[in-house]
């Protein structure tokens, strides 16, 4: 995290940049991962669980409301939401589809905007856990996407859900093209994950 806040204000201007690569910051393989090969690009999912386009002024229209109405996002000001447009997808994905897999390795993120998706995690001894079901404004995936790991659970849609999707290309974009806007980002990112942690952390305290 302190490389990419670093690689920020150098695009800012506040220091000179050191490395041509750091344009490609969110790339597994910039970041000594050999197995950003098998990653399987968003576009190619889309193919896979059979996609379809959305409007995207509508989407981002329906994405914007949602935020507004979420804790966190809604510190992000609007017009730079808006800004937001540019680089993600906006797709429709049917029912019953798992658009992200576990143990794969991510490289995008999704916004649901309609529908419901479930959150499960096959163990070990080969059980499958529901953890979680998520609704409209919810974010799936972006923990692999900012560490480049792989995804700890599988993400299946159980209704039609429209979605819009973020990609490490957009975000090596916006690096270059719009800091102002990835630092946002990635500040209410961070946010959203850490009290994402204190609340697992709080559910283990309360079992031990």
């Known amino acids: 995290m302190k490389a990419f806040f670093n690689h920020l204000f150098q695009k800012m201007g506040l220091d000179e940049p050191t490395q041509a690569s750091d344009s490609r910051l969110f790339d597994a393989s910039v970041n000594g991962l050999e197995s950003a090969a098998h990653a399987v690009p968003w576009p190619a999912r889309a193919i896979q669980v059979g996609a379809s386009p959305l409007d995207p002024d509508a989407a981002m229209r329906e994405l914007q409301v949602l935020w507004s109405a979420d804790r966190q996002m809604k510190q992000i000001p609007?017009?730079?939401?808006?800004?937001l447009n540019k680089y993600m997808h906006f797709a429709?994905?049917?029912a019953d589809q798992e658009?992200?897999?576990q143990d794969e390795y991510g490289n995008f993120l999704v916004v649901l905007l309609k529908g419901q998706v479930a959150v499960e995690r096959t163990q070990t001894w080969s059980?499958?856990?529901?953890l979680s079901e998520a609704g409209p404004g919810e974010m799936l995936g972006e923990m692999s996407l900012l560490d480049?790991?792989?995804r700890f659970s599988a993400c299946i849609t159980q209704t039609?859900?429209?979605m819009a999707v973020l990609t490490?290309?957009?975000?090596?974009?916006?690096v270059t093209e719009d800091p102002y806007l990835v630092s946002c980002l990635m500040t209410v990112l961070a946010r959203k994950i850490s009290l994402r942690l204190r609340v697992v952390g709080a559910r283990l305290s309360e079992r031990s």
């Open 78 to 83: 609007e017009q730079t939401v808006a800004r």
């Open 92 to 94: 429709q994905v049917p």
């Open 99 to 101: 658009f992200i897999h």
């Open 127 to 130: 059980e499958r856990l529901r």
């Open 148 to 150: 480049q790991g792989l």
């Open 160 to 162: 039609k859900c429209d």
């Open 168 to 174: 490490t290309e957009a975000m090596n974009e916006m």
